[in-house]
């Protein structure tokens, strides 16, 4: 499938490295022709995603990622942001819980000897708008302290010093993610399901899990899956395609592109523009 359009990007409102004016001028440089801005758990950096493509001339469509119960993320497309005060309290929880892991990631590295710096200088360096997370840390620890990439990923992973702990038990379901969306005028894609319940490990108990999670989803209301990931393989793309179609769901696709701080680039996956038209009309 031709990428020509990419659903699912990050800007410095959440946890990616440029801003949405930026995303939107490196979308038109890869022959873009419609994108999707959709940070995590905010759309604070929406109203400048829309006006800077309006003068470009190129489609943008609202969106955002919410951080579930049980790391499952779920996508939701042509919401209405304008609802800001109703999309606040939604997250009030979360967001409280977020801020809590990041002071304490900051407090683990302090207390190993490690790094001592507060919240304040690694957003002043790094360049971030919005909520603070574990990413940033990482970042600050590659381009200012010049720490290896293989180093960060040992901190970043289970286990590791830079590794969350927050409690989801204050994220929203499933369930209150995919109603909340739809109370917004979008549709709810289930958000990299391969990367979330494989990791590339395969067994029959995954399988069984994930299918049984897609089908409580389903009823649910969820409106289709993320088949297209830039972390998806040939045979997980495949398999997930089928999987839409068995559901009737609807199969969207984007890179996840966080700018420098994952360094995956815009349309490094995504979909062709007639199947983003049929999922347009959806919402």
Known sequence: MKTEVDMHLHSNYS?????????VLDAQKK???????TDHDTVDGLPEFICSAKKINIEAIPGIEISCRDSIHVLGYGIDFFQTEK????FVSSRIAKQKDFLLVLKRYRDAGVMDVDAEEIRRTIGFVGQAGTLHVAEYRRRVLNVPFEQIKKEVCKGGICRSMCDDC??????????????????AILAHPANTFFHK?????KLH???KEVYRMKSEKLDGIEVYHSKHSFLERSALSAVAKMMNFLATGGSD????HKNIPIG?????????????NKF
């Open 257 to 260: 592109s966080h700018g420098c």
């Open 201 to 205: 490990k395969y067994s029959f108990k």
């Open 15 to 23: 946890d990616g490295s440029k801003s949405p004016a930026e995303i």
């Open 87 to 90: 999309i606040n309290r939604f």
């Open 31 to 37: 022959g873009m022709k419609a994108i999707c801005l």
């Open 268 to 280: 490094n996956a995504g979909i062709d523009h007639h199947s983003f038209v049929e999922i347009k």
């Open 170 to 187: 204050n994220y929203p379901t499933t369930k209150e993610a995919i109603d909340f969306i739809h109370e917004l005028g979008g549709v």
């Open 209 to 211: 899990i994930f299918l």
